[in-house]
């Protein structure tokens, strides 16, 4: 395999690990957009205008990125230089810095929340394919770098407040830092840590396993997660710890410098913000129409700007009957658009984008050739492309993120002694312990049930063509007899699955472990555990790990055993 190939896609035999894949129409909840783009992103180009189908096919897209580009590199490098800098960054990352500066250097973007302790594993999942992309693309000839998109100006505090682990037991656990510590409508990243934080980040690691590696993951949260530190700091310290020796460069859009950088497309923005909503609840439609879901709710008289007042807390806007734009709540002050426009660009830290506008922001600041995301961003992006098109932008093509399911050693060994898999967990925790009930632990059992069931419904069959021919309405009062019956010996069955796995204490804790590590809470792993789980049980590792796992040519979820 060349160093092209390597570099685009998973080598993890390297690394010692197996991996098996599965298709996302496989696992339960997944919507029918998100299906339909990962099979052909091309026939939906409707509503993603410049989707690809292959990876392979960005650098086609250069040109046209480069030449539609007009933000001051300059004044973008030294900002993100700054930035990370600031986070602790290393030699590569710093350099990726410099070679953003050249004219001709492209960026492969993701983004998330700035969740507890880096969030969910997604959050690296996300981050490492966008170096990897990055990698591929510059020894293909074409020069790119991974930028992570912190995304500080959201303000839904609960949904990053917690962080969920395995603890020392193989169970999950949770720890979290109080919600008092947000102000209402403050964006995340400008929330500061108390002295609460010490609390969490101890009971975390008093109830991770005590491992080799404690010493490092100790050292690591509490060298990030400090009383006076703002929350998107905190979680940017963290990512670049574990990233900076792959070159990832962090973006905090509430930095000024990058404001001031935005303040022109901000003000376009909310000169067309009619048009924007207009095009926005279009789309939507058009999404209902062909029998796809729409992200966003949409209205006819959202402005796609926040407003941010003295104290930082953001506001939406809508338009009033006369066409001006309110704040929805405490304001009885009006705006024209043209006026908020001025605003916006004499005053670009006063505003910062919605979801619709987000995407075309981040865009406008850097050079993207494509966007690392999930299957909620792929379907926001059906609707953002809109705004791209009201402003004149290129829209970006959206790129499904690496999805993984990480099974340690001791997990594996049970699915191999009971032959059950993940999609056996999709059918829940009774499917899982009837199979292993079934064909492990009591086959005479479930033998004699299986008899008994067969010749039960063996001769009521026969007594039923019998009673059919003397009265249907016999018949009839039969089956329903018959299907009360099965129903009771299905209970029964059920009953003697859980008691089996009851009196087997052993196994009873490797189901709910395995539960716990690979579906928990019916949700993939992904969505839920947090890497602190894993740096505890193998450290720094696992990360690279993870990242020659990732194979950019494959659209499933791929199961990888460490």
Known sequence: MSTAETACHGTPQ????????????????????????????????RFYPEAVRFHHDLPARADRVLGE?????????????????GWGAGDRTLANIRLLGAPDCLAVVSGQQ??????????????????????????????AVPVFWIATEDHDFPEVAKAEFINRDCVLSSVSVPLEMHAEDLPVGRVVLDESIDES???????????????????????????????????????????????????DPLDSQLKVLAA???????????????????????????????????SESSFPLFWHDDTG???????????????????????????????????????SPNVTLRA??????????????????????????????????????????????????????????????????????????????EEHLAKDTSQAFDHTTRTFNRELDALQEQLRRVDLTLADALETGRRKINYQID?????????????????????????????????????????TSLLARHGRYVVDWIYEAIDLGSNEHQIVYL
């Not at 969910?120 to 992309?133: F, M, N, Q, R």
Request: hydrophobic letters at 40%; glycine letters at 4%; a positive charge.
């Open 264 to 298: 022109a497309l901000y003000a376009e923005a909310a000169r067309r913000a009619s048009a924007i909503a207009i095009a926005i609840a279009s789309r939507s439609r058009e999404l209902e129409q062909a029998g796809y879901h729409a992200q966003v709710v949409a």
């Open 491 to 531: 209970g029964l069955r059920s009953r003697f699955h859980r008691a089996q796995v009851g009196r087997d204490e052993a196994v009873h804790r490797q189901l709910q472990r395995a539960f716990d590590l690979l579906y928990p809470e019916k949700t993939l792993q992904e969505r839920r555990i947090n890497i």
């Open 201 to 251: 980040v101890q009971s975390l690691l008093a109830a991770l396993p005590q491992t080799e590696f404690s010493g490092d993951l100790e050292k690591l949260l509490r060298d990030a997660y400090q009383p006076g530190r703002n929350y998107g700091d905190a979680f940017a310290r963290v990512m670049t710890a574990l990233t900076s020796r792959h070159g990832l460069i962090l973006l």
């Open 360 to 437: 075309v922001v981040q865009d406008y600041l850097l050079p993207t050739v494509a966007y690392y995301g999930g299957a909620a961003e792929i379907a926001y992006f059906a609707q953002t492309s809109a705004v791209y098109r009201v402003l004149d932008r290129p829209a970006t093509p959206i790129l499904h993120r690496a999805s993984m399911t990480l099974v340690e050693k001791h997990t594996w060994r049970a699915l191999e002694r009971y032959k059950i898999g993940l999609p056996d967990f999709f059918a829940g925790p009774e499917h899982v312990v009837a199979r292993v009930v």
């Open 14 to 45: 390297a690394a010692g690990l197996r991996v098996e894949t599965l298709s996302f129409d496989q696992i339960p909840q997944q919507t029918r957009l998100f299906l339909d783009y990962l099979r052909d992103p091309i026939a939906l180009r």
């Open 69 to 85: 580009y007009r933000t001051d590199r300059q004044q973008l490098c030294d900002a993100l230089e700054r930035m990370n800098r």
């Open 313 to 351: 807390a953001r506001h939406a806007l809508a338009r009033t009957a006369d066409g001006k734009y309110r704040a929805k709540r405490d304001s009885d002050d009006e705006f024209s658009a043209t006026e908020l426009a001025e605003w916006a660009q004499r005053e670009p830290q006063r505003f």
């Open 114 to 143: 700035a969740g507890l302790f880096a969030g969910p594993l997604y959050t690296i999942y996300k981050a490492l394919s966008a170096v990897k992309l990055a990698e591929c693309m510059t020894q293909r000839g074409v020069k």
